[in-house]
């Protein structure tokens, strides 16, 4: 990266031992430096294969390879980047897509909302690697002999291999977050298709650990390694995607009205001390202050009105303690379980505003109360 390149300022940083080489439809596009294992292993296994078809090239004969393995992560990101097209279609933000040892993830904030868009964001992947095998299968057909023919073949066989097995149902793979949303559809519940898909995903990672072992007794070394590593890979994505399922069913019974604390809404121009005097009086837990006309404008910052000093409270306006009410700090009323926690930990606060379907105030969530109820 060169010194007078600065990240775009919607970008994350970026983590350790990542590369960020650009962005693809509004996301950073990361390289873990796992990348450059698979680069140079690549490169390796294609060396044989690189002399039997240009005899005489020497070390060169391992760019070949690491061409290869660039594009080969090239019709990766193109399978991440389509999950990240109709992820956004559906409204969800896309932080970025890594590009790994295994292949690639994308990252995407929230859970989907409907089994229709845990479909689609899915499928849309080992769609979009089986047309870029077909349409390097095309060229294959009409490609001369020579080195561009054994980079097509690859490409061909590589992308149509990650598409088909994508599609196998079981999580961490696309084809479990298919099932996943098949079960959901079915059944009405999101965890009961997680936790199936999750289960199967652990059955697949079983089958290839055994797999692992028998190509092993054929005296075989890099390959039952590498099928290990993808069991290691499936079962720990498939056991994440078991925890989120419990995590999501303890959740759901989070209710954001159920924890709001009865607020007091008093104009922003009044004196802290008589907002406080009547908060006491009405047994409200929080105070929302409002312009001339009702509107609410911002929420007390409860610590903040108690850093201030008994015999000044009658001389501020009770707005110089109250947090302005941004977009994030007012939350629907009927808001519950994962979205909850989704929206406060985007605009992290300490009070955070309900509002009924006309925009009123119902009342104050406060993020203690919110913590509490989750730890119970
Ligand atoms: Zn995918």
Do not use: C
């Amino acid at each position: 990266m060169s010194g007078h390149e600065r990240p775009a300022p919607e970008s994350d940083p970026v983590p350790r031992g990542m590369f960020r080489i650009g962005r693809i439809a509004g996301s950073d596009v990361l390289v873990s430096s796992s990348w450059f294992l698979i680069a140079g292993l690549i490169a390796i296994v294609m060396g044989p294969r690189v002399d039997q078809v240009q005899p005489g090239l020497g070390g060169w004969k391992y760019v070949v390879g690491v061409a290869f393995a660039i594009a080969l992560y090239f019709a990766v990101l193109l399978h991440e980047a389509s999950h990240a097209v109709v992820a956004r279609r559906f409204g969800f933000k896309v932080h970025s897509i890594t590009l790994h040892f295994l292949g690639g993830a994308t990252a995407i904030e929230g859970e989907a909302r409907r089994p229709r868009q845990e479909f689609w964001i899915a499928v849309v992947g080992p769609i979009t690697s089986i047309a870029v095998g077909a349409a390097a299968l095309a060229l294959w057909f009409v490609t001369p002999d020579g080195l561009l023919l054994l980079v097509i073949e690859g490409l061909a066989g590589a992308n149509l291999m990650i598409g088909v097995l994508n599609l196998v149902p079981g999580l961490p793979l696309d084809g479990g977050r298919v099932l996943k949303a098949g079960i959901w559809a079915i059944t009405g519940r999101v965890h009961t298709g997680t936790t199936v898909a999750a289960w199967t995903g652990r059955g697949i990672a079983v089958l290839v650990a055994v797999w692992a072992l028998w190509v092993s007794r054929h005296g075989a070394v890099l390959n039952p390694l590498i099928l290990l590593v993808v069991a290691l890979f499936l079962w720990t994505g498939a056991s994440q995607a078991l925890t989120v399922a419990g995590i999501t069913r303890q959740f759901s019974g989070l209710v954001a009205s159920d924890l709001a604390r009865r607020a007091l809404t008093v104009p922003d121009d009044v004196p802290l001390a008589e907002a406080m005097r009547r908060a006491r009086e009405a047994g409200a837990g929080s105070i929302v202050t409002t312009t001339a006309d009702g509107r609410p404008v911002g929420v007390v910052d409860e610590t903040a009105a108690r850093a201030v000093p008994a015999e000044r409270a009658p001389w501020v306006a009770v707005s110089t303690v109250a947090r302005t009410l941004e977009p994030g700090l007012t939350l629907p009323v009927r808001i519950s379980g994962s979205d909850l926690l989704d929206t406060v930990r985007a605009t992290p606060a300490s009070e955070y505003v309900l509002l009924d379907d006309e925009g009123r105030v119902y009342g104050v969530l406060a993020a203690a109360d919110l913590l509490r109820a989750v730890r119970r």
